[in-house]
């Protein structure tokens, strides 16, 4: 567990700039600290005090996870407060997402391979991986719903098990 520097951290927005083509508030920088363990990193206010030890770390704000090839993805909580004027993004309804098990998505549209943000309408939902047009989304189990969609009523998102 160590605390990004201020390069770090430039360096790892630049990138997510690229590639989620938005725009990252520099000022967050100067507000927040940032800590790497391992493939995540976690945000905290500037005050979060220095002699707390390594277990308090995780109880800071997961923002993003470092994937193969030094790609970034977003958890929850990072997509809705960096991607929400990303152009790499993908509408669903948030019922596709939180009340499916584990199940992907397949798109009618298009995709090229990668991560985007979900979102529906205005509502960012998570950060999520498209491949061969096979949406896959990064929801832990504990954090989706525990419903089942309904067959015979295509109108209604899900009902209750």
Do not use: W
């Amino acid at each position: 567990m160590k605390e990004l520097n201020k390069n770090n951290i430039e360096e790892i927005f630049k990138k997510i700039e690229e590639y989620y083509n938005i725009n990252v508030d520099k000022s967050i920088i100067k507000k927040y600290r940032f800590f790497i363990d391992k493939d995540k990193i976690y945000m905290f206010n500037r005050n979060f005090p220095d002699f707390l030890d390594e277990k308090h770390i995780k109880n800071g704000l997961y923002i993003i996870k470092i994937e193969k090839n030094n790609r970034y993805r977003f958890s929850i909580e990072g997509a809705q407060i960096f991607g929400i004027n990303s152009i790499k993004s993908i509408e669903i309804k948030k019922e596709n997402i939180f009340c499916r098990s584990n199940e992907s998505i397949k798109l009618e549209q298009n995709f090229e391979n990668g991560f985007y943000i979900a979102k529906d309408n205005n509502d960012i939902l998570c950060s999520v991986y498209i491949k061969n047009n096979i949406l896959k989304d990064f929801i832990p189990k504990e954090r989706k719903i525990n419903y089942i969609f309904a067959k015979d009523k295509p109108e209604s998102t899900c009902v209750n098990k």
